[in-house]
Antibody, heavy 127, light 107 residues
Framework: QVQLVQSGAEMRKPGASVKVSCKAS????????IHWVRQAPGQRLEWMGL????????DYAQRFQGRVTMTRDTSISTAYMELNRLRSDDTAMYYC????????????????????WGQGTTVTVSS | DIQMTQSPSTLSASVRDRVTITCRAS??????LAWYQQKPGKAPNLLIY???SLQNGVPSRFSGSGSGTEFTLTISSLQPDDFAIYYC?????????FGQGTKVEIK
């Protein structure tokens, strides 16, 4: 079945970096974007950015520009999200999710959103 | 960024009640709106996309409506499994943004 399986919980000190993985199975990895979303305790979901597994192209939310790097390894159908210069307010659950790339036909464009999510990875930042 | 605001923040209801949650966008998003259900310790689960399209496998008691800036999620007959937090999300433009969530709790 279609699933995204993320790496395990991480603990880091302020100023450190963390890299979370997201392994896809049950579908063609390059047919879907991978998006990353985080959720701090008691807070709303926050979109961080996306990667196109085919090209490696990325689009990051402005508030994470310069601190986040999204990459992928198509040979093992895995996407990665690395967050640098961690702060205590980066403590959150981090999710990956897939998004159909969509298409345009006959003047109509078909746009999709996040239909399959990983189980989440807890990142705790504390001194 | 497009701001998404849900109301109410908390909703107390009983099994078999009809429940409606509202989501407002700070600018028009056409029908590029999704609804998710999230249970404690779990990832969000897509219920509705393109404002009113039911995701495969989602019970028909869930429905969505709206366009532009105002949207609703309706649960026609609340079931025990439906007590959860519901989020709206716009995908009209980046950065994608979410509402603050509506907690549906047992009355």
């Amino acid at each position: 079945q279609v699933q995204l399986v993320q790496s395990g919980a991480e603990m880091r000190k302020p100023g450190a970096s963390v890299k979370v993985s997201c392994k896809a199975s049950g579908y063609t990895f390059t047919a879907y974007y991978i998006h990353w979303v985080r959720q701090a305790p008691g807070q709303r979901l926050e979109w961080m950015g996306l990667i196109n597994p085919t090209s490696g192209g990325t689009d990051y939310a402005q508030r994470f520009q310069g601190r986040v790097t999204m990459t992928r390894d198509t040979s093992i159908s895995t996407a990665y999200m690395e967050l640098n210069r961690l702060r205590s307010d980066d403590t959150a659950m981090y999710y990956c999710a897939r998004v159909n790339k969509g298409y345009c036909s006959g003047g109509t464009c078909y746009v999709y959103t996040m239909d399959v999510w990983g189980q989440g990875t807890t990142v705790t930042v504390s001194s | 960024d497009i701001q998404m605001t849900q109301s109410p923040s908390t909703l107390s209801a009983s099994v078999r009640d009809r429940v409606t949650i509202t989501c407002r966008a700070s600018q028009s998003i056409s029908t590029w709106l999704a609804w998710y259900q999230q249970k404690p310790g779990k990832a969000p689960n897509l219920l509705i996309y393109k404002a009113s399209s039911l995701q495969n496998g989602v019970p028909s008691r869930f429905s969505g409506s709206g366009s532009g800036t105002e949207f609703t999620l309706t649960i026609s007959s609340l079931q025990p499994d439906d007590f959860a937090i519901y989020y709206c999300q716009q995908y009209n433009s980046y950065p994608w943004t979410f509402g603050q969530g509506t907690k549906v709790e047992i009355k």
